[in-house]
């Protein structure tokens, strides 16, 4: 079924169309005003939006079977509505299993950062959320009240503070039966175990030394799973990290995926697309008088158009190689075919933009663009095979 969810975009967020995007995901029973205190620390650097899920605070309720599928969907229909691009996602709890749904799915390339907090890849046992759902639609979300607040906060978090516990609770009472009990039921269904391994995003993972429901353990588990993942245990915090630690956990985000100056953001997206070996012979070419202009064309073309999200790096690739063609640029045109492929744009796809290409830029360019596609898929090709042997 289609799932809507709405967002609240922060009022003081970074106003910068250029800042990333950061998605916040709740858990579940707890509605998006708990991310408020994180959120407040993230402005600066980000365009922040807090999500409700499903019959929490804003989004209307559910009356039909949903999945984590389609609450992923759900968040990039949010993402698109606001301008769409890639963004970075941070979710609690099930807010986490959205963010390795969309990080595992066939929209991964949308995702340009992920934190995981207490979360995994299945949470619990099946029977026990299906027991959740059953208890819920029988007694009401109320009932959960008493074994959410031993399960969800760190024993000595109520006496530390009683107002955040009291509000987070109430949230709880006021969710939509039909709603909590069908996303108890997508849990459930829910198990990425064996796909982690392909996640690309840079993540970090998030773990309360408290939490009994996402034990260390399985965060440390977890994070050893997922390609150059990073883990943080948080001291005497239980299952909502966001709403114990909103400090810490905001300074975990900012630490992970806030920009840095242009250069140094222009330099690190120049490394992704271009390689290392490449960029490292031509910082080690520099003289005195190449210098300002090499950092030029590392902060405005590399930290000031490459790092923006309105389009994947696959179009962007795209959409230099042929204006390439057009300007007759042909070394660079061969550095970004590289680049094309490195971005996952298909050799197939590349003929096709070079056909395209002659169309509008002319039969003899084209014809010099496709001898330079041919070399560079040579080279490519004899990589490929030094890699197998």
């Known amino acids: 079924m289609t799932v809507v969810l709405r967002g609240m975009v922060d009022p003081t967020a970074s106003t910068d169309p250029g800042a990333p995007l950061l998605v916040l995901g709740p858990a579940l029973g707890t509605a998006a005003e708990g991310w408020h205190a994180a959120a407040s620390r993230l402005t600066g650097a980000f365009r922040v939006v807090r999500l409700d899920l499903p019959g929490h605070g804003r989004s209307p309720a559910v009356d039909g079977p949903v999945t984590i599928?389609?609450?992923?969907?759900?968040?990039?229909?949010?993402v698109d509505g606001l301008g769409g691009g890639r963004f970075v996602y941070a979710g609690v709890s099930i807010g986490g299993t959205i963010g390795i749904e969309l990080a595992a799915g066939e929209h991964a390339d949308r995702l340009a950062g992920l934190a995981i907090i207490c979360s995994d890849a299945r949470i619990g046992e099946p029977e026990s959320w299906t027991q959740r759902a059953e208890q819920t639609r029988a007694q009401g979300t109320p009932a959960l009240v008493a074994a959410s607040s031993a399960r969800w906060f760190a024993p000595s978090f109520p006496s530390r503070d009683p107002d955040t516990v009291?509000?987070?609770?109430?949230?709880?009472?006021?969710?939509?039966?039909?709603?909590?009990?069908?996303?108890?039921?997508?849990?459930?269904?829910?198990?990425?175990?064996?796909?982690?391994?392909?996640?690309?995003?840079?993540?970090?993972?998030?773990?309360?030394?408290?939490?009994?429901?996402?034990?260390?353990?399985?965060?440390?588990?977890?994070?050893g799973a997922v390609p150059g993942a990073r883990l943080t245990v948080l001291e005497d915090t239980g299952h909502q990290?966001?709403?114990?630690?909103?400090?810490?956990?905001?300074?975990?985000?900012?630490?992970?995926?806030?920009?840095?100056?242009?250069?140094?953001a222009g330099l690190a997206v120049r490394r992704e697309v271009l390689g290392s070996a490449h960029?490292?012979?031509a910082t080690a070419g520099i003289i005195p008088e190449?210098?300002?202009?090499?950092?030029?064309?590392?902060?405005?073309?590399?930290?000031?158009?490459?790092?923006?999200?309105?389009?994947?790096?696959?179009?962007?690739?795209?959409?230099?190689?042929?204006?390439?063609?057009?300007?007759?640029?042909?070394?660079?045109?061969?550095?970004?075919?590289?680049?094309?492929?490195?971005?996952?744009?298909?050799?197939?796809?590349l003929s096709e933009i070079l056909l395209t290409t002659a169309i509008y830029a002319g039969v003899p360019a084209a014809n010099s663009a496709f001898s330079v596609l041919k070399q560079v898929l040579e080279e490519h090709g004899s990589t490929d095979d030094e890699r197998e042997q």
């Open 69 to 78: 599928a389609d609450l992923a969907e759900a968040v990039l229909a949010v």
């Open 166 to 223: 009291g509000r987070t609770l109430h949230e709880l009472m006021d969710t939509d039966d039909e709603s909590y009990a069908r996303l108890a039921e997508a849990l459930a269904g829910f198990d990425r175990r064996a796909d982690v391994g392909r996640i690309a995003a840079p993540t970090v993972v998030v773990a309360g030394d408290a939490d009994g429901v996402v034990t260390p353990d399985a965060a440390a588990a977890l994070a």
């Open 241 to 264: 990290a966001h709403l114990e630690r909103p400090a810490e956990v905001a300074a975990i985000l900012l630490g992970a995926f806030a920009p840095r100056s242009r250069y140094d």
């Open 279 to 281: 960029v490292d012979r």
């Open 290 to 349: 190449t210098a300002d202009f090499q950092r030029f064309i590392t902060e405005t073309a590399w930290g000031s158009v490459w790092t923006r999200t309105g389009i994947d790096r696959r179009m962007r690739s795209a959409v230099t190689i042929s204006s390439l063609v057009t300007a007759h640029h042909w070394t660079e045109l061969a550095m970004h075919l590289r680049a094309g492929l490195r971005n996952g744009l298909t050799r197939e796809e």
